[in-house]
């Protein structure tokens, strides 16, 4: 009725529901979304959280706190997607699911993505330098650029030395493992 309230003749049961939004998406890895988990026909609205099966997940996959905000992993999970879980704590068996892609920022022209398991070459764009890193040589998969540095924008030279090319290697601070050949 208008009024909010109803009789009813016969018995009846309120069903639990829970809703999670959005159902899917895709996110660049160390990257952030929010989900909206609302559960209905309980007597409150206390929820949970769960990556892959996990509270708390394990943090390889990303984090997501109370509220919902969800942060990727900085690399790619072992598991793509992600299923992220969204469940009632009055009714545990009501739950609804999202599923969520992780995926690397593309690379720049002079970039190339370099897989942490396979290794891989990199030459700068105007091909004077190539890098050759070994396979399992760095914690996780990254992008790495080789670019050709002027050497008229170096330091003068000092006495006995000359300036006849240079490069910059970037992530700055990156660490190998093993040996890399330039």
């Known amino acids: 009725t208008s009024l909010g309230r109803t009789d009813s ?9 829970i809703s999670l939004s959005p159902a899917s998406t895709q996110l660049l890895t ?6 909206s ?4 026909g309980t007597d409150t609205y206390n929820i949970v959280w769960s990556i892959n099966g996990l509270t708390p997940p394990d943090p390889s996959l990303g984090a997501i706190d109370n509220l919902g ?10 598991v793509n997607p992600l299923t992220l879980r969204c469940t009632s704590v009055d009714a545990p068996t009501v739950y609804t699911e999202a599923s969520i892609t992780v ?3 593309a690379p720049m022209p002079g970039q190339n993505l370099v897989k942490a398991e396979t290794g891989g070459k ?3 764009t105007r091909g004077e330098v190539t890098i050759d890193i070994p396979p399992g040589s760095m914690a996780q998969d990254t992008i790495i650029s080789v670019e050709w540095v002027d050497p008229a924008t170096l330091p003068l030279p000092t006495e006995n030395s000359y300036n006849l090319a240079a490069v910059k290697l970037e992530p700055s601070g990156l660490q190998f493992s093993q040996p890399v050949t330039v």
């Open 103 to 105: 995926v690397v920022p």
């Open 9 to 17: 003749l016969s018995p009846f049961t309120i069903v639990p529901t």
């Open 37 to 40: 988990c609302i559960p209905g």
């Open 30 to 35: 160390g990257s952030s979304a929010d989900f």
């Open 69 to 78: 905000h969800f942060t990727a992993p900085s690399s790619l999970p072992s």
């Open 122 to 124: 990199m030459t700068s």
